[in-house]
């Protein structure tokens, strides 16, 4: 499949390097890609792939059509719920995920504002928020990302016209410049009791006395096919999906330089990542599971 990315404006480093992140607002791909996409996501939450034996590496548990009258097109995401669904690494099992994710102008694009001779996908994960999902806590990527180098950096597209309704992705600038600390866990993404508790407890240990009122957050209000770049130690995350009756959905890839190799698991501790990892070949990630998609 070609690549279905248009050709991109000029990025700039230093933009991206003082805020952590950049805006495409125009579109990158077109609305009937975005409605492909979204087509397909349907069919990945109901278990069927086009990829030859493949499959994604996590599809939430999925139960719309029990819920849907016979005879009537289910609604998009399953319809209303509280329940934000991921799958991760779509492109493993769909050709139209797969032709944008390993898009040769994404990784070029990444390389080019992180400084990397070459880029390399971690991995893909396409985020539903059915009317009335609740908010994502805010985090950083990094982490939960276990490879030397440690630098990450995450394109997301949305796959719907952002509003501020649907709770789009929000982006901490300058957040990429803090600390380490403690992070959370996966699980966490996914608890909305308090979605900003974290990014507050940063904050302050950076000095920060008020984040409430002092934070510089740019929300990803863009259209269908828009997307933004980020470090993959910015700080984001989105809020409730409070339309009634509108889906939001958006894709983010994950990315990481084309040289990085697994980190030796301490403790025991392993990422979804390692499960790849191929005894024989050391600390590589091996090339069919983490496609280098541009280099220099
Ligand atoms: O779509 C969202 O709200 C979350 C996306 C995200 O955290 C990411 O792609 O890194």
Avoid at 129 to 151: C, E, I, M, N, Q
Avoid at 158 to 164: I, K, V
Avoid at 218 to 228: F, I, N, Q, S
Wanted: aromatic share 8%.
């Amino acid at each position: 499949m070609e690549d279905p990315v248009r050709a991109l404006p000029p990025l700039s480093r230093a933009e991206f390097a003082r805020r952590g992140f950049v805006v495409l607002r125009a579109p990158i791909i077109s609305r009937d890609y975005c409605d492909l996409l979204n087509a397909r996501l349907e069919k990945l939450l109901r278990g069927e792939y086009d990829v030859p034996g493949g499959a994604p590496d996590k599809v939430p548990a999925f139960r719309t059509e029990t819920r849907t009258k016979p005879g009537k097109k289910p609604p998009p995401l399953g319809g209303p719920s509280s329940r934000t669904l991921q799958v991760i690494n779509c492109w493993k099992a769909d050709a139209a995920f797969a032709a944008l994710v390993r898009s040769p102008t994404l990784g070029r694009a990444v390389a080019e504002v992180m400084g990397w001779r070459g880029a390399r996908v971690a991995n893909d994960q396409a985020w539903g928020k059915p009317p009335g999902a609740a908010a994502l806590t805010f985090h950083r990527d990094s982490p939960y990302f276990d490879f030397v180098p440690a630098a990450v950096a995450t394109v997301w597209i949305a796959l719907d016209a952002m509003t501020e309704e649907l709770g789009p992705l929000e982006y901490v600038e300058g957040s990429h410049a803090w600390g380490d600390g403690r992070v959370g866990s996966a699980e966490q993404f996914f608890d909305s009791r308090d979605p900003t508790a974290l990014l507050y407890d940063a904050a302050r240990r950076e000095g920060i006395a008020a984040p409430e009122a002092s934070l510089v957050v740019e929300r990803l209000d863009v259209p269908a096919g828009g997307a933004g770049i980020h470090n993959g130690r910015l700080w984001h995350g989105s809020g409730r999906n409070r339309s009634r009756t509108q889906p939001r959905r958006g894709l983010g890839i994950h990315f990481v330089p084309a040289d990085a190799r697994f980190r030796d698991a301490e403790n025991g501790y392993e990422t979804l990542a390692h499960r790849f990892r191929d005894p024989s070949g050391g600390n590589a990630l091996p090339d069919h599971a983490f496609p280098v998609t541009w280099t220099m």
